[in-house]
T-cell receptor, first 113, second 118 residues
Framework: DVKVTQSSRYLVKRTGEKVFLECVQD?????MFWYRQDPGLGLRLIYF???????EKGDIPEGYSVSREKKERFSLILESASTNQTSMYLC????????????FGNGTRLTVT | AQKITQTQPGMFVQEKEAVTLDCTYD???????LFWYKQPSSGEMIFLIY??????QNATEGRYSLNFQKARKSANLVISASQLGDSAMYFC???????????????FGKGTLLTVNP
């Protein structure tokens, strides 16, 4: 079965800390994504990657960066965490194809204090 | 402008009745796909159903069907015979296909919270 694993379910960090959110998929998917989910705003795309070392900005990339050194791993980095980055972060992967659904991890709820 | 609009922040339905969740979309790309996801309170995102822009028939998956009206740019989800376990947040999403390659992202709506009453 398809599996996308996010390393932490809950994280609490302090303002100014550098934060790493890790995501691993076992499906050999070319495409991986990071979304954040906030009440009333739905899911908003932060960054995505369609190949190793390739990345593209999504709709809200400010304050974030990503790393994809291996096909199976896609990391989201908060260079200097701020309280407005408190959110649920969802990682997803998909194969090539218009009808290919995104497969999501269980999410990381990040609180920045 | 929003690409995906879900106008119902919340919906209520009685158990065993049918319910329609609205979704309208905006694109000039002739090739696109529409998806519906369910997110229960546990937080996992569950893929429900897919409709391609060139599909002639409305998609169906068990109790889920998609009422696809291309000219009106709407892709409403119909859940038949609602069950208590259907209580969840539902998201409509779209992928625009013509760019291919690097454009496999999905754009999501803000969601509709469905509550099924016993």
């Amino acid at each position: 079965d398809v599996k996308v694993t996010q390393s932490s379910r809950y994280l609490v960090k302090r303002t100014g800390e550098k934060v790493f959110l890790e995501c691993v998929q076992d499906m050999d998917h070319e495409n991986m994504f990071w979304y954040r989910q906030d009440p009333g705003l739905g899911l908003r795309l932060i960054y995505f990657s369609y190949d190793v070392k390739m990345k593209e900005k999504g709709d809200i990339p400010e304050g974030y960066s990503v790393s994809r050194e291996k096909k199976e791993r896609f990391s989201l980095i908060l260079e200097s965490a701020s309280t407005n980055q408190t959110s649920m972060y969802l990682c997803a992967g998909t194969t090539t194809g218009l009808g290919s659904p995104l497969h999501f991890g269980n999410g990381t709820r990040l609180t920045v204090t | 402008a929003q690409k995906i609009t879900q106008t119902q922040p919340g919906m209520f339905v009685q158990e065993k009745e049918a319910v329609t969740l609205d979704c309208t979309y905006d694109t000039s790309d002739p090739s696109y796909g529409l998806f519906w996801y369910k997110q229960p309170s546990s937080g996992e995102m569950i893929f429900l159903i897919y409709q391609g822009s060139y599909d002639q028939q409305n998609a169906t998956e068990g109790r889920y069907s998609l009422n696809f009206q291309k000219a009106r740019k709407s892709a409403n989800l119909v859940i038949s015979a609602s069950q208590l376990g259907d209580s969840a947040m539902y998201f409509c999403a779209m992928r625009e296909g013509s760019l291919g390659g690097s454009n496999y992202k999905l754009t999501f709506g803000k969601g509709t919270l469905l509550t099924v009453n016993p």
